[in-house]
């Protein structure tokens, strides 16, 4: 069965470092999402992509953060100078249609702790 | 813009017992609503879905049916099994945005033998 994949599965950086969350979504998708889970918190929507373009996203998704689908498969997430509190689960999720009518995919996220 | 709350956990129950994990929600129209699962270490799965008003959706023997006059979608099984330990998320579009998924703060199950 296709699934989403995301490495690394868990990732220990230190403040003002740069991080980059890479994802494989399912190869016949065309929406791409970011979400992110801090710990015994709610999930939360980060960022949207369609077409090679931000399609829509969150105040959680300010100027630190940028996505790039950088070939055919992969879909990155990067954080420039990471803080405390984006230590969290990153989920990758793609989906064939638009969420309101189809469902979102996830993979099994990355886990990001910042020291 | 659209929201769900749900019911505060942890829920513990014994095998065979029956389970309900309330869900209401706030939204501008009718949009679809979701549950989704996640087992131990592994990333969210859609249980179940439905699509509009007075629609039930089930899978695994997990139903929610969609109801607008209590603004409700409260999932249900009728015997657990230990394997259904796992939190599981209400959630519905946000507004008119694409893509956008609410989530209620999920509900932890423990399913004791």
């Known amino acids: 069965e296709p699934e989403v994949t995301q490495t690394p599965s868990h990732q220990v950086t230190q403040m003002g470092q740069e991080v980059i969350l890479r994802c494989v979504p399912i190869?016949?998708?065309?929406?791409f999402y970011w979400y992110r889970q801090i710990l015994g918190q709610k999930v939360e929507f980060l960022v949207s992509?369609?077409?090679?373009?931000?399609?829509?996203k969150s105040e959680i998704f300010d100027d630190q953060f940028s996505v790039e689908r950088p070939d055919g498969s992969n879909f990155t997430l990067k954080i420039r100078s990471t803080k405390l509190e984006d230590s969290a689960m990153y989920f990758c999720?793609?989906?064939?249609?638009?969420?309101?009518?189809?469902?979102?995919?996830f993979g099994e996220g990355s886990r990001l702790t910042v020291l | 813009g659209n929201s769900v709350t749900q019911m505060e956990g942890p829920v513990t129950l014994s095998e065979e017992a029956f389970l309900t994990i309330n869900c209401t929600y706030t939204?501008?129209?009718?949009?679809?609503l979701f549950w989704y699962v996640q087992y131990p270490g592994e990333g969210l799965q859609l249980l179940l879905k439905?699509?509009?008003?007075?629609d039930k959706g089930s899978n695994k023997g997990f139903e929610a049916t969609y109801r607008k006059e209590t603004t409700s979608f409260h999932l249900e099984k009728g015997s657990v099994q230990v394997s259904d330990s796992a939190v599981y998320f209400c959630?519905?579009?946000?507004?008119?945005?694409?893509?956008?998924?609410?989530f209620g703060r999920g509900t932890q199950l423990t399913v004791w033998p």
């Open positions: 999720a793609s989906s064939e249609e638009i969420v309101a009518i189809g469902e979102l995919f």
């Open positions: 190869s016949n998708h065309l929406y």
């Open positions: 992509f369609y077409n090679n373009e931000i399609s829509e």
């Open positions: 939204a501008t129209g009718y949009p679809s």
């Open positions: 439905a699509t509009k008003a007075d």
């Open positions: 959630a519905l579009p946000r507004g008119s945005t694409l893509g956008r998924l609410y």
